[in-house]
Nanobody, 124 residues
Framework: QVQLVESGGGLVQAGGSLRLSCAVSGRAFSTYAMGWFRQAPGKEREVVAAISWSGGSTYYADSVKGRFTISRDNAKNTVYLQVNSLKPEDTAVYYC?????????????????WGQGTQVTVSS
């Protein structure tokens, strides 16, 4: 069973930064496309960023372009989300997910494995 464990969330002031990490178990990490999603209270889960198996292709939601950066280290079985210039509206539980495909996926139903989430709270 593939397990995903997120870390790095927390409480930060507007304008601040965090680095979210997601460690993935198993030997197949380098074959998975990875994504970060978030869900705020009362809202649907939305894609934030996604990355292909090699890291060569990425996707960002319009709301985070220029502020968030997704990356991966296949040697460490880890995907990262650097979040800068945080805004109160970025407050949400952030989830990482793995898809058994090499290519960028931006729809949640295409993902096969999910982490438990890490809370990011941005104060104004």
């Amino acid at each position: 069973q593939v397990q995903l464990v997120e870390s790095g969330g927390g409480l930060v002031q507007a304008g601040g930064s965090l680095r979210l990490s997601c460690a993935v178990s198993g030997r197949a990490f380098s074959t998975y496309a990875m994504g970060w999603f978030r869900q705020a209270p009362g809202k649907e889960r939305e894609v934030v960023a996604a990355i292909s198996w090699s890291g060569g292709s990425t996707y960002y939601a319009d709301s985070v372009k220029g502020r968030f950066t997704i990356s991966r280290d296949n040697a460490k079985n880890t995907v990262y989300l650097q979040v800068n210039s945080l805004k109160p509206e970025d407050t949400a539980v952030y989830y990482c997910a793995a898809a058994r495909t090499r290519y960028v996926q931006i729809v949640s139903r295409e993902y096969d494995y999910w982490g438990q989430g890490t809370q990011v709270t941005v104060s104004s």
